[in-house]
């Protein structure tokens, strides 16, 4: 029997579900999610891996017009990452028409020839069957408008699992004969520090408004495993974060009336990350700023972002 494996971009506007299917595909939470633009910042690998096969699902940021340093760093991001793939999945919710942003974006698969392209609308449990067909019809002739045919179109919610096993099927047949790229027991191959820092950074964007949720980013200062007691112990780690944010006004949101907002991100965070870690931690957050780092390349780079 031969083996099939598969580098696979997940693509799309801000806010069409890529975070979620790529969960969805890997069947357990590797990726951040949040009802915010831009929450994705980096080109994250899911691992799906199963009998006969393997693919490494790579989801990146919401393409758009940007209107920082970051933003255009993002873009280059996913045009970066659809080089060399081997299927790229662009996401269209059933939800919302299909325009100007959803174009831009087909014209750039259009020039990645080798490539199979499919389209996933995503967010059906969210639409009326009754317009299904006309969001089929526009996103058919939106791969027309931008020069190439679909390979494969799937409606499919991933909130509720309906049609996922479908792209993975779609998307293991078309992956070419390869022996695995990672071992069978990883699901990401992203650094654990960056996994925890998104972990923080979602739950301090939770429920904040406006610019506040794209001027966030977190930095992990340290972190240390403690000694084991005995052998069945559970691990504990010591974990020391700051929360980045661009004015004072932002730094006085997140930490809220006597602290209160930064306990309950603590809290939160805290909750997802021994899940992650599988251990008991000790969290401490510290929020500083940095003045207008989105638009500034030297607080980009020590960040982590790249820029052309």
């Given at each position: ?21 790529v969960n969805a595909l890997v069947g357990e939470k590797v990726v951040i999610t949040s009802h915010h633009p831009n929450t994705t910042r980096s080109a994250i690998r899911g691992i799906v891996t199963r009998p006969g096969f393997q693919l490494v699902v790579v989801d990146t940021p919401g393409v758009h017009k940007p209107k920082t340093l970051l933003g255009g760093a993002l873009n280059t991001m996913v045009s970066e990452n659809m080089d ?225």
């Open positions: 029997m031969t083996h099939k494996s598969a580098f696979v971009a997940i693509v799309g506007r801000p806010n069409t579900g890529k975070s979620t299917l060399s793939v081997d299927s790229i999945v662009l996401c269209i919710p059933a939800v919302e028409a299909i325009g100007a942003g959803d174009l831009y974006i087909a014209k750039e698969i259009a020039g990645h020839k080798s490539a199979k392209k499919i389209c996933a609308i995503t967010m059906i449990d969210m639409a009326k069957k009754s317009e299904m067909p006309e969001q089929l019809m526009a996103a058919s002739k939106l791969a027309t408008d931008a020069g190439f045919q679909w390979d494969d179109i799937v409606p499919l919610s991933a909130k509720t699992d309906d049609q996922v096993q479908l792209l993975i099927n779609l998307l293991a047949k078309y992956a070419p004969d390869s022996p695995p790229f990672y071992p069978a027991d990883m699901t990401s191959d992203q650094e654990l520090t960056t996994q925890i820092a998104d972990l923080i950074r979602e739950a301090a964007i939770e429920d904040v408004f406006e610019e506040v949720p794209h001027s966030i980013a977190v930095m992990i200062d340290e972190i240390s495993e403690r000694e084991k007691r005995t052998e069945s112990e559970r691990p504990f780690f010591d974990i020391h974060a700051s929360i980045i944010v661009e004015r004072d006004s932002q730094k006085a949101i997140i930490i809220g009336a006597k602290g209160e907002r930064l306990k309950s991100v603590g809290i939160a965070a805290r909750s997802e990350i021994e899940k992650k870690l599988k251990g008991k931690i000790f969290l401490g957050l510290h929020v500083k700023v940095m003045p207008n780092w989105q638009s500034d390349a030297k607080a980009l780079s020590k960040l982590g972002f790249t820029q052309q």
